[in-house]
C-alpha cells in the first residue's frame, strides 16, 4: 500500500495573517513540500491541475520533472490531469516524456474537472465531460501503445499515420488512476480497462464513497481483470495534526472556516463527522485512516490533502513531519495484516 | 443521465407515500395549518379510494442551518439528507411556502435547489401558499408553477392560497377553514390523490444500476 499527499496548488489567503502567498512561492512551496513528504517517508505526491486562478497548477508536468530531479525515490503523480480539455495528444507526449525522465517513477490520475467555463476556453462543453473522458482516453490508450494510429472522433482533428514520442518507457505506459467524486460512469471506465479508481472521499459522507467503491470493484471483476477486492483502489483523504487535540482543532479552525469549497458551511465538527475530514492527534489520524477499510477494503493508494486553505508552509512541514510518524504506524498495521 | 437516487425499503404494492414540505416560520404558522390540512385531506382521499398512505411531514426550519451547509459543501447530512431521502421516495408531494417579498421564501426555494437533479421528475405537486393579504395569490401561477414546471413535476390543477382572511372569515356561519379554504383544499387534495392513487407505487430503483455499459459509453463518444 502507497501513502501520499494530494494538493490542488490554490493560492489563499492565510485568514490568520491575512497574508497571500505569491504565484512564485506557492509553486516553489509545492516543490519544498514534496521533496519533505520524501524526506518523511511518504510514497507519493501528486500535483493537481487548473485553468483559472487562484490556482497555480496548470503545467504538473513541468513541476513533477523540477521536483523529480531533486528527489530519489518519491512517486510523482497527479490530482488530476484533466482528461477533457487537455489534448491526448499532449498527455501521451508530456507524461512519456516525464516516464522517461523519472525512469519510470510517476503515474498519472485523470480527471474531468468541474468548472464550467474552463471548458470553452478549450473549446470544449461541460456537458460533454463523461462523453470527453472517455473518447480522450481511448485515443490516449492507443498512443502509448500502437505507432501509426489513424483514428477519427468527435472531438479532436483526425489523425492518421501519427506515432507519439517518445514511446513509453521499455513500452509499458504509465499507470492511470481515473479520479471522480461522484460519477459512476468513471468508475466504470476504470474497471473497463483494469485501471485504478481513485475516490476523492473528502467532499463527500463515506456512504457515497463506498458505494462508488463497491461498484468500481464488481465491475471490475466482471470485465475480467481479477477479482473484486484484487481491483486497484485509491483515496482521498484530509487531516491536520498536532500532538494535542484539542490544539489541532484550534489551529485548523480559522482555515477550516475560510476554507474553498466548504468554508461558511458547516462547523468542523460536523464536517469531520460527515466526511474522512480528521483533526486531531496522529493517532486519531491512525485510527480513522485504518477504519477507512472497513468501508471500502484493502487498498492500495492512500493520498492526503495537508497544503490548501492558506496554511503557511512552516505549518505544511510540520503537518509533514506528524504524518510520517502516521504514515509508519499505518504500514505496521500493514505488515500485521500481510503477516 | 444517472438517477442518484436511493433503493428504499419493501412495502406493500399499494402504500402512497405523502411528502408534506411545509417552509413556515413561525409557531404555529398558518404555512404549517395548511400543510397539514392539505396533507390530510389528500390521505382522506387515498384511503377513501382504497389505498393505504403515509403522509411525512418535512418543516424546513430546523432544516435550514443544514440545506445551507448543503448549498456550499454539495451534500445533504443528517436531517436534512432524511428528509430528502423522504421527497425522493414519495409517491406525491404537497409543497407550501408563505410569500416573502412576492414570491416563494428563500429557504423553500433553496430546499428544492439542493435535491438532486430528476428527484421530483414525474412526481405529483400539490402546490400552496400563505400571505397575509390575497393580493399575493398569484405566486402560485408565477413562481411556484413555472419553477415546479422546470423540476419535471407533475403540478395538479389546483393550487392553494390562504391569507388571514381565509383563516379568519366567519361569512356563512362558518370560519375559513371549514368554508372556502376547505373546498379548494379538498379539490385540490382530490387531483393529487387521483393521480397518486392511479399510479403504481414507487419503487426506488439502485443509482448504480443504470450505469451505461462501458460498450455503450465508448460508442456514443
Redesign the interface.
Known amino acids: 500500500m502507497e501513502f501520499g499527499i494530494f494538493t490542488v496548488g490554490d493560492v489563499t489567503t492565510d485568514p490568520t495573517t491575512g497574508r497571500t502567498v505569491t504565484e512564485h512561492e506557492r509553486i516553489k512551496n509545492t516543490v519544498t513540500i514534496a521533496k519533505k513528504a520524501e524526506e518523511v517517508g511518504l510514497d507519493v505526491v501528486a500535483l493537481g491541475q487548473h485553468h483559472n486562478p487562484p490556482f497555480v497548477a496548470s503545467a504538473p508536468t513541468t513541476t513533477m520533472a523540477y521536483i523529480g530531479a531533486q528527489t530519489e525515490r518519491i512517486k510523482l503523480s497527479t490530482s488530476t490531469t484533466l482528461i477533457t480539455t487537455t489534448d491526448p495528444v499532449r498527455i501521451a507526449e508530456d507524461y512519456a516524456t516525464l516516464q522517461h525522465l523519472l525512469d519510470g517513477r510517476m503515474d498519472l490520475m485523470l480527471g474531468r474537472g468541474n468548472t464550467g467555463p474552463v471548458y470553452p476556453w478549450f473549446g470544449k462543453d461541460i456537458r460533454d465531460g463523461?462523453?470527453l473522458a472517455?473518447?480522450h482516453y481511448?485515443l490516449l490508450r492507443r498512443l502509448w501503445r500502437e505507432e501509426n494510429v489513424d483514428w477519427e472522433?468527435?472531438y479532436r482533428t483526425p489523425l492518421h499515420g501519427f506515432t507519439s514520442t517518445p514511446r513509453p518507457l521499455d513500452g509499458e505506459p504509465p499507470f492511470v488512476w481515473h479520479g471522480s467524486i461522484?460519477?459512476?460512469?468513471i468508475?466504470?471506465?476504470a474497471?473497463?480497462y483494469g485501471d485504478g479508481f481513485f475516490s476523492n472521499h473528502i467532499?463527500?459522507?463515506a456512504s457515497?464513497t463506498a458505494?462508488m467503491v463497491e461498484?468500481y470493484r464488481s465491475r471490475y471483476e466482471h470485465?475480467g481483470h481479477g477479482k473484486a477486492e484484487e481491483a486497484i483502489v485509491g483515496l482521498g483523504g484530509q487531516v491536520y495534526l498536532a500532538r494535542k487535540s484539542q490544539d489541532a482543532v484550534k489551529e485548523f479552525r480559522p482555515y477550516f472556516d475560510n476554507a474553498p469549497?466548504?468554508?461558511?458551511?458547516?462547523s468542523l465538527e460536523?464536517?469531520t463527522k460527515?466526511t474522512p475530514l480528521t483533526v486531531g492527534t496522529p493517532q486519531q489520524v491512525v485510527e480513522r485512516t485504518l477504519a477507512f477499510r472497513e468501508y471500502a477494503g484493502s487498498y492500495q493508494r492512500q493520498l492526503f490533502l495537508v497544503d490548501h486553505a492558506g496554511l503557511p508552509l512552516t505549518t505544511v512541514l510540520h503537518q509533514l513531519d506528524l504524518l510520517g510518524e502516521v504514515v509508519a504506524e499505518l504500514r505496521k498495521h500493514d505488515a500485521e495484516a500481510v503477516a | 443521465m444517472t438517477r442518484l437516487t436511493l433503493a428504499g425499503g419493501p412495502r406493500a404494492e399499494d402504500v402512497r407515500r405523502i411528502a408534506v414540505v411545509s417552509a413556515g416560520l413561525s409557531d404555529p404558522s398558518s404555512t404549517r395549518l395548511l400543510a397539514d390540512l392539505l396533507g390530510e385531506a389528500t390521505r382522506a382521499a387515498l384511503v377513501a379510494a382504497g389505498r393505504e398512505v403515509e403522509v411525512e411531514l418535512i418543516e424546513l426550519r430546523p432544516l435550514a442551518h443544514g440545506i445551507t451547509d448543503a448549498l456550499l459543501t454539495g451534500f445533504p447530512t443528517g436531517d436534512l439528507a432524511a428528509a430528502v431521502e423522504t421527497v425522493a421516495a414519495a409517491d406525491a408531494v404537497i409543497a407550501v411556502t408563505p410569500v416573502f417579498s412576492a414570491s416563494y421564501s428563500g429557504l423553500f426555494k433553496t430546499f428544492f435547489d439542493v435535491l438532486e437533479e430528476g428527484t421530483v421528475e414525474g412526481k405529483p405537486v400539490l402546490i400552496a401558499a400563505t400571505a397575509g393579504t390575497a393580493r399575493h395569490s398569484l405566486v402560485l401561477d408565477h413562481a411556484l408553477r413555472p419553477m415546479f414546471g422546470y423540476l419535471r413535476a407533475v403540478v395538479v390543477p389546483t393550487g392553494v392560497f390562504a391569507a388571514s382572511e381565509d383563516w379568519a372569515s366567519t361569512s356563512g356561519g362558518s370560519n375559513g377553514v371549514e368554508g372556502e379554504l376547505r373546498t379548494r383544499v379538498d379539490r385540490a387534495a382530490g387531483e393529487l390523490a387521483d393521480l397518486a392513487a392511479a399510479r403504481p407505487a414507487l419503487h426506488r430503483v439502485d443509482p448504480f444500476g443504470d450505469v451505461p455499459d462501458f460498450s455503450t459509453l465508448l460508442g456514443g463518444a
Open positions: 463523461i462523453a472517455v473518447e481511448a472522433g468527435k461522484r460519477s459512476p460512469e468508475a466504470e471506465q474497471a473497463y467532499f463527500w459522507p457515497h458505494k461498484f470485465y469549497v466548504y468554508g461558511h458551511g458547516p460536523e464536517f460527515e
